[in-house]
């Protein structure tokens, strides 16, 4: 626990950082998505599943969230939704605006996490 | 009609539009799961607040469908929904304010979608703009 937020969040926060400064990078010139952009983007899901697997681990060994659990995990998919759907969009739109697009899954993930931390340990 | 229009309404789906788009359907996923979840565990204890959040669910629903689809139609039905938008944003964000025990719960846009970082209140604002940039030229008039 780092400032009351778990190492899941913080390697959310590294990873999704570095996703939305590639991505940034790539639409300043002008790219259209590829292998950078577009793999940082399914890192991110990656990531996203690795953590639903360790959510239910941890629900297994502890009491789970202090919050409601429904929240918690319709959070967690609504959250594995958005790289899943900005790829997807990436693959049919070939253009510059697609990348910042794949862009905006950073942001919105640290967000969502940030959320799932308070609803898992301070509700 | 239909034919000769279409050139000038493709601006719309285009570019920045496509960004648009993608906003709008972010929106309709976060506001949708959310209302899902408080229709079905908290309904009871805010039935204003959560009936908002499922209406705000439903426009951005229509305007993520209308901004990503071609045509005069798609146009008009775009500046309906994001008009609407715009209107509920403001009265719900005054309401919020002003009558703050009818709203125990937030919803997207109590307290002008302050919970969203104000981008419920700056979103329609943009909408807007982009529609009136890439009105459709009508050739009748």
């Known amino acids: 626990m780092i400032a009351g937020l778990d190492l899941w969040f913080w390697a959310c926060l590294v990873l999704s950082t570095l996703s939305f400064a590639i991505c940034i990078f790539q639409f300043l010139r002008g790219a259209a998505p590829d292998d950078y952009s577009q793999g940082s983007v399914l890192v991110l899901e990656a990531f996203l599943m690795i953590y639903l697997v360790g959510s239910i681990i941890m629900q297994a060994l502890t009491d789970g969230p202090s919050g409601d659990w429904l929240e918690f995990y319709g959070y967690l998919i609504t959250a594995m939704i958005i790289?899943?759907?900005?790829?997807?969009?990436?693959?049919?739109e070939r253009s510059r605006w697609s990348t910042l697009v794949l862009g905006l899954t950073g942001p919105v993930l640290i967000i969502m996490l940030h959320r799932m931390n308070m609803l898992w340990y301070y509700y | 009609m239909e034919q000769s229009s279409t050139a000038t309404l493709d601006k719309k789906t285009s570019g920045f539009g496509r960004l648009l788009v993608v906003v709008y359907a972010v929106f309709t996923l976060s506001a949708g799961a959310r209302s899902l979840y408080q229709v079905i565990r908290k309904f009871d204890e805010a039935p204003l607040s959560i009936t908002l959040s499922a209406i705000s669910a439903l426009i951005y629903l229509v305007a993520t469908i209308a901004l990503a689809k071609k045509g005069e139609g798609?146009?008009?039905v775009s500046l309906g929904a994001v008009g609407i938008e715009m209107a509920g944003v403001i009265l719900v964000g005054i309401f919020s304010y002003i009558q703050p025990q009818h709203f125990e719960l937030a919803s997207v846009w109590s307290h002008f979608g302050s919970g969203y970082g104000y981008i419920p209140l700056v979103l329609p604002m943009v909408g807007l703009w982009w529609l009136l940039n890439t009105r459709p030229v009508w050739v009748n008039a």
Do not use: E, Q, V
């Open chain 2, 74 to 76: 798609a146009w008009k």
């Open chain 1, 83 to 92: 790289p899943a759907g900005t790829f997807i969009w990436s693959l049919t």
